[in-house]
């Protein structure tokens, strides 16, 4: 039962874009999955921890092959039986600080004699052998085919329901899920919005429970019964406390200049202590084009827990990522240009390889490695438990990679060359790209030949921006150039380069004369900057890519301004604050103890380590 007794489960939910990865590998890690669902039944798992118990806490006087043929022959109540004697042994050794080992030994040792003492003959004159290998119960997963924009939120609720409405119901009910709608819900929270508040009675609700003035008669009212209008209340802030331990585990944000991602404890204590029942592992597998849908996912979880804490108060998500990568991805119109070599399909992940190098052993290997797997022809063993090579990989995954890294996500806004259309907004978390114009890179360098006139290629543009500097200050800057196009990174290429900041590169236009006439070429620069703003100066519009991903393009653009994601509660609570405070007033009320930055916490083994 997920909600209504006190039990504690965690499942695993591996989400994969069919888009993106072809349908043979996700057929090989569906029939992966299944094959360890069906291998490891319960009574499989019960020997398991029956046996890992008794060898490592009898040591030398567990004689294994004896128990492993003595387990094997017991009906599925004694089975039974043995676990739970096992489990509350174990329990009550870790529970009781001062209980002795030997005590949990000597129970260990009455459990090992009473399945002695029941087994025949033959079972006990076995021969005992060395040391063996037990293998540890893969965790409960499931594999979803990333096709509905809000399905990670629905899948996180169908696991929350409780166990008896799992059973008769195999859909989500339609009317759960419009229960927790937010309609009308615009990217930002300004001050302008209109803020909802839940409505409380402070009566009956029927006319006749109130007061009788003097100069009416009761009996005439007591057949009208109708509602009276009920009292606004504010949202109670505790309903909020939730948030203060969810997302970026309470980090603030960082300030520019200091190191770009914290792993482990939190920099700040949550006013309440919240435990969390059940725990939920997301798993993402692709390249760096997953990611950004995965940010857009959890960014949309995030605004529905602002205003209504479903999943935050009984349920811990961690989020993992596995790169996979099967051919070049199809390219963003910037791909072909003079910034190209500046792109690769798995950045994050290969950032994640060098802070961590348990990850670049045991994750970063899966790149390939599966796709690989997937083309192999199969064997009569495919689907043996010792041939699960890609769930042993990620149950290791799951169960030791404990310490989060967080990413910065940014905000882009967008203005088009159509004054009608409203600004557009969204979000991207390793990079976007600007194609200012179709580049030939043939052209690099070519000598330009007198003519009346000539043509150069590019936009002229303008840039404004805060220059980040190491000495953790920021300095306004403006630069008008002709261009080509641009990068902005939100993942650091290497280690020295470690800061919270973008890395824009500009591929620059540079003119140059000399004897032989005039000419031009390319200079790429490079800016580091937590917001910046490029405008058009010429009336050409330019293309937009996020996360190199060919379905998030926009077109006909003339302006962008990037700055970095706001926490969804924190806006919320911002501008409810707004609404009692002074004008001028910074972070006021609950507003002061959120995170105010939008960060993605990837786990990984160790976290930053070199």
Excluded at 415 to 429: R, V, Y
Excluded at 453 to 459: F, L
Excluded at 554 to 567: A, D, H, M
Aim: net charge negative; aromatic share 6%.
């Amino acid at each position: 039962d997920c909600c209504g007794s006190e039990k504690k489960i965690s499942r695993v939910f591996m989400f994969a874009d069919p888009n993106l990865l072809s349908e043979a590998v996700c057929r090989a890690i569906a029939t992966e999955i299944k094959a360890a669902r069906t291998s490891q039944c319960p009574r499989s798992c019960m020997i398991y921890v029956i046996e890992r118990s008794l060898q490592e806490g009898l040591k030398e006087h567990c004689d294994f092959k004896t128990l492993r043929a003595i387990l094997q022959e017991k009906p599925l109540d004694v089975i039974e039986h043995c676990f739970q004697q096992v489990v509350a042994a174990t329990e009550h050794a870790g529970s009781d600080v001062n209980a002795e080992y030997n005590q949990y030994v000597e129970e260990l040792e009455k459990i090992y004699s009473a399945l002695l003492s029941t087994s025949g003959k033959g079972v006990e004159e076995a021969a005992p052998e060395g040391s063996p290998d037990i293998p540890l119960p893969n965790p409960q997963i499931s594999f979803h085919l990333w096709t509905d924009e809000d399905q990670l939120w629905k899948e996180l609720v169908l696991f929350l329901r409780p166990q008896n409405q799992a059973c008769v119901e195999d859909s989500l009910s339609q009317v759960l899920l419009d229960s927790f709608e937010i309609q009308g819900m615009g990217p930002d929270f300004d001050g302008s919005e209109q803020a909802r508040f839940s409505v409380l009675s402070t009566d009956s609700g029927i006319e006749r429970d109130l007061p009788v003035p003097d100069d009416e008669a009761p009996e005439a009212e007591h057949s009208r019964l109708q509602r009276k209008g009920g009292v606004k209340k504010r949202g109670s802030t505790l309903d909020c406390l939730p948030l203060l331990q969810t997302g970026s585990n309470g980090q603030e944000a960082k300030p520019a200049g200091k190191l770009h991602r914290k792993c482990g404890s939190s920099v700040m204590e949550p006013i309440a202590q919240i435990q969390r029942l059940h725990k939920a592992q997301v798993v993402v597998l692709g390249d760096d084009r997953v990611l950004g849908r995965l940010v857009q996912a959890y960014y949309s979880l995030r605004k529905r827990e602002s205003r209504r804490a479903y999943l935050t108060p009984r349920l811990k998500v961690q989020f993992y990522y596995v790169p996979l990568m099967e051919e070049q991805p199809s390219s963003c119109p910037m791909e072909e240009s003079a910034l190209a070599d500046q792109t690769e399909p798995c950045e994050l992940a290969a950032y994640l390889g060098r802070v961590d190098p348990w990850y670049e052993s045991n994750v970063n290997t899966l790149c390939h490695m599966i796709p690989k797997l997937a083309t192999m022809p199969s064997t009569p063993s495919k689907t043996s438990v010792s041939d699960m090579f890609i769930m042993d990989v990620i149950a290791y995954y799951v169960r030791l990679g404990l310490q989060p890294i967080y990413f910065q996500v940014y905000t882009v806004k967008l203005f088009f060359t159509n004054e009608g259309l409203e600004p557009a907004e969204d979000i991207f978390l390793v990079e976007l790209q600007v194609t200012l114009e179709e580049f030939d890179p043939s052209r690099d360098n070519l000598l330009m030949k007198k003519k009346t006139t000539v043509e150069v290629p590019g936009t002229d543009i303008t840039l404004m921006y805060k220059k980040v500097l190491l000495s953790n200050r920021e300095k306004e800057e403006t630069a008008s150039l002709r261009s080509t196009g641009l990068v902005m990174k939100a993942v650091p290429s290497n280690e020295t380069e470690d800061l919270v900041c973008l890395n824009v590169n500009t591929a620059e236009i540079v003119k140059t004369a000399n004897l032989s006439g005039r000419s031009y070429s390319l200079v790429t620069n490079k800016i580091r900057t937590r917001n910046i703003k490029m405008q058009s100066t010429d009336q050409k519009s330019f293309t937009v890519c996020l996360d190199k991903d060919s379905r998030r393009v926009y077109k006909n653009v003339t302006g962008i301004e990037v700055f970095p994601c706001l926490e969804p509660s924190y806006c919320l609570q911002k501008t409810r604050a707004r609404r009692i405070s002074l004008p001028g007033d910074e972070d006021v009320g609950l507003a002061k103890y959120l995170p105010k930055s939008l960060l993605l916490p990837i786990n990984t083994f160790a976290g930053i380590t070199q």
